[in-house]
């Protein structure tokens, strides 16, 4: 189904359409998420709004319309991704890292709310994976990204999906509000 998980109503759409071809949901992956670099005081109101949009506001809309089911069935798993500039920042991104560190905040609190009813949430803080979001990088710029990552290479999206799938599985049933850092050890 295509929908902009950014806006309220596409997510309606969404998950009334999940519900009917599949009843309640058991696992959520909220994945959405899209960059902006600059210095804040260059970034317009409007871009602004649209970053909140993708990697914040469709964390929330995603799991209020997820969690009604899960909590009814007492179980659900919530996998919400961030990034490794939600954990420490960094210069240029300083929206990006708001909204990604947003997202840590959500998965901690979440997973306190939920606990109880049988639902976890967890998140996964990729530090720099070979995706889309590096095209504008040179070929340099990916090489010295590299070399700060102590593992000597960039992550790939195999393997973030790998880290999503233990967190949703059943080998995961004693882990809530857990950050996972998948970034090869970046040096922070």
């Known amino acids: 189904v295509q929908a902009d998980v950014g806006i309220w109503e596409d997510c309606v759409r969404l998950f009334a359409q ?20 600059g210095l804040l005081q260059d970034m317009d109101v409007s871009q602004w709004n649209t970053l909140i949009a993708s990697n914040l506001s469709s964390v929330f809309h995603c799991c209020k319309l997820a969690v009604p089911g899960m909590v009814k ?31 840590i905040a959500l998965t901690k609190s979440l997973a306190k709310e939920l606990a109880p009813s049988g639902v976890r949430v967890n998140c996964i803080a990729p ?27 960039l992550g790939t999206p ?31």
């Open 73 to 103: 069935k007492q179980s659900g798993r919530i996998v919400n991704i961030s990034s490794v500039w939600g954990v420490c920042g960094a210069s240029c991104e300083a929206a990006y890292s708001a909204t990604k560190g947003a997202v």
């Open 127 to 153: 530090g720099v994976i070979q995706t889309q979001m590096l095209s504008n990088l040179s070929s340099q710029d990916l090489q010295a990204l590299s070399e700060q990552t102590p593992l000597g290479r």
């Open 158 to 188: 195999e393997e973030v999906a790998d880290a999503m799938v233990f967190l949703a599985s059943e080998a995961a049933r004693f882990i809530t509000g857990q950050v996972l850092s998948l970034d090869g050890g970046f040096l922070l």
């Open 18 to 37: 999940i519900q009917e071809h599949f009843g309640d949901l058991d696992i959520l992956v909220n994945n959405a998420g899209i960059s902006w670099i």
